[in-house]
């Protein structure tokens, strides 16, 4: 079942505030991020994040992050468009519900987990996407002998990933921790507090540049502007 965006997404209307987004958290191996990212929301009990469950036939899955349903209703749920990705691993079904278009109506942070190749389809529905992909070291050590990494070194960062883009690539520099359990949990929980308070900060309080007093009627003349 490939994963596609859902159809109030391909319909074209507007669904998010500025301020709501989406945050993937995906790796090379996701088995172990819903542990991860069950101990990083125990490091943040007081976190304004939002982190939705997914739909899944896998009945072994960690509760904190799945609810089970059998391929049925798995199916129903898809039929009705009630899912805004799916995708399929290990011979299961995996699928983002589309409660969590809600919450980034209502100008929430969604924190979800989900395989890289999604990514794409995700960040077509959701262009404010934010990514967190996290590698350990060697991991990284890897990737820079790869094509993606030779292709940026080239022709820079940012043309590679409109390339990337349109092949479908993932998009996202490695969050690199040191290849255990404790590592990845601090790494994660700090990539998570900074986007957290990104969107708490304003956006005339990010600059550390000084408005000049040469040009007062452009700052009197301009909009506030709004938090994210």
Partial sequence: MPPRASSLRRSGARVARPSGQI????????SALDFLLTAVRRRMPSTSLEFPKRITTRRNGLPDAEIWVNRSIFRDIDRDQRFIVTWQADGHSFGLPSNIETIVEQGATAVVVAP????PQLRDA?????????????????????????????????????????AGGVISAPVLY???????????????????????????????????????????????????
Avoid: W, Y
Avoid at 23 to 30: H, K
Avoid at 116 to 119: L, N, R
């Fill in 116 to 119: 890289a190749h999604v990514v």
């Fill in 178 to 228: 040191n290849g255990d359990f404790p590592s990845a949990v601090r790494v994660l929980t700090e990539a998570l507090m900074e986007i957290e308070r990104g969107l708490l900060q304003p956006v005339n309080c990010r600059s550390s540049q000084i408005p000049k007093r040469s040009k007062p009627t452009l700052r009197r003349s301009s909009a506030l502007p709004a938090a994210l």
């Fill in 23 to 30: 945050v993937v958290v995906t790796a090379a191996d996701t």
């Fill in 126 to 166: 959701f262009p404010s996407l934010r990514v967190i992909n996290l590698a350990d070291r060697l991991e990284a050590v890897r990737a820079s002998l790869s094509p993606t990494a030779r292709l940026q070194r080239i022709v820079g960062p940012k043309i590679a990933q409109r390339l990337e883009g349109r």
